[in-house]
């Protein structure tokens, strides 16, 4: 690490150990295992994970999770949440009125308790990006840490590699809500058959890749690596026929390949 890395990893150290006791809404991800393997580190049982299992969170994220605390003996609680109706048509601000709904059901699990401060994984990136979301945690002042000591997502990854821990070079997960378009009536099996078809991708070494649902066609996104992978004619027919399980009539590549954001407005 260099030395401004090191200096806001101190920061961060210093901003935990003020907190006293911390609670960390924990999705498996790159940053939140960041966040809360250190608040651990510092804090020990006075830090808890909160892991939220919803339809739309893909079930191998909330396993994923499960399998960071067992490994650290980290305390940790599964919160179940149901589908919000608000966010039934996919509007596009799902992500703020999800944010509202979601944290303060966190928030009220992690007061009951005893943690006075829960905080997320935001980064200081994830300011430079389309995130409605960020103004439900700032309204119900949700800690960010990261964000807060102005630690990027390179940074994260980099100390994590450092303290050894797995999901340092994680690729990014998301809400399988951005798979699909807004304005558009959100049904489980569609999220069920987007989850099944992510996951047997990742199955196959695909791992940094979404599944953008529109009616029975699936437009994979995946890095310009991946792409050649599944150019191959024996992975593009496996591909082909597992998908056509799953109940998509089309299956195509995004040529443009893997971006954050596609289904954005």
């Given at each position: 690490?260099?030395?401004?890395?090191?200096?806001?990893?101190?920061?961060?150290?210093?901003?935990?150990?003020?907190?006293?006791?911390?609670?960390?809404?924990?999705?498996?991800?790159?940053?939140?295992?960041?966040?809360?393997?250190?608040?651990?580190?510092?804090?020990?049982?006075?830090?808890?994970?909160?892991?939220?299992?919803?339809?739309?969170?893909?079930?191998?994220?909330?396993?994923?999770?499960?399998?960071?605390?067992?490994?650290?003996?980290?305390?940790?609680?599964?919160?179940?949440?149901?589908?919000?109706?608000?966010?039934?048509?996919?509007?596009?601000?799902?992500?703020?009125?999800?944010?509202?709904?979601?944290?303060?059901?966190?928030?009220?699990?992690?007061?009951?308790?005893?943690?006075?401060?829960?905080?997320?994984?935001?980064?200081?990136?994830?300011?430079?990006?389309?995130?409605?979301?960020?103004?439900?945690?700032?309204?119900?002042?949700?800690?960010?840490?990261?964000?807060?000591?102005?630690?990027?997502?390179?940074?994260?990854?980099?100390?994590?590699?450092?303290?050894?821990?797995?999901?340092?070079?994680?690729?990014?997960?998301?809400?399988?809500?951005?798979?699909?378009?807004?304005?558009?009536?959100v049904n489980e099996s569609s999220?069920?058959?987007?989850?099944?078809?992510?996951?047997?991708?990742?199955?196959?070494?695909?791992?940094?890749?979404?599944?953008?649902?529109?009616?029975?066609?699936?437009?994979?996104?995946?890095?310009?690596?991946?792409?050649?992978?599944?150019?191959?004619?024996?992975?593009?027919?496996?591909?082909?026929?597992?998908?056509?399980?799953?109940?998509?009539?089309?299956?195509c590549i995004d040529l443009e390949?893997?971006?954050?954001?596609?289904?954005?407005?």
């Amino acid at each position: 690490m260099n030395n401004e890395t090191k200096n806001k990893l101190v920061k961060l150290e210093n901003y935990i150990k003020n907190l006293k006791s911390l609670a960390v809404a924990f999705s498996g991800g790159t940053d939140s295992s960041f966040l809360l393997y250190l608040a651990h580190q510092i804090l020990g049982t006075n830090a808890l994970g909160l892991t939220v299992k919803s339809p739309y969170i893909a079930q191998w994220e909330v396993d994923e999770a499960l399998e960071f605390v067992k490994k650290y003996n980290i305390p940790h609680k599964i919160i179940e949440v149901p589908f919000d109706e608000q966010i039934r048509n996919n509007p596009s601000n799902r992500c703020y009125l999800c944010k509202l709904k979601v944290f303060n059901i966190i928030k009220k699990e992690a007061l009951s308790s005893g943690f006075q401060y829960l905080a997320d994984g935001t980064n200081h990136d994830d300011l430079s990006d389309f995130r409605p979301g960020l103004r439900a945690l700032k309204e119900m002042n949700i800690k960010s840490p990261l964000l807060e000591c102005e630690i990027s997502k390179d940074e994260v990854r980099e100390i994590s590699k450092h303290f050894n821990i797995p999901t340092w070079n994680k690729p990014a997960y998301a809400c399988l809500l951005t798979r699909l378009p807004v304005d558009t009536q959100v049904n489980e099996s569609s999220l069920r058959r987007i989850e099944k078809s992510e996951k047997f991708l990742i199955d196959q070494g695909i791992r940094a890749v979404r599944v953008r649902e529109h009616a029975n066609l699936a437009r994979i996104e995946t890095t310009e690596n991946n792409i050649s992978l599944l150019l191959d004619p024996e992975m593009r027919a496996n591909i082909a026929k597992n998908l056509k399980e799953f109940g998509y009539q089309y299956i195509c590549i995004d040529l443009e390949g893997y971006r954050t954001g596609s289904m954005n407005k």
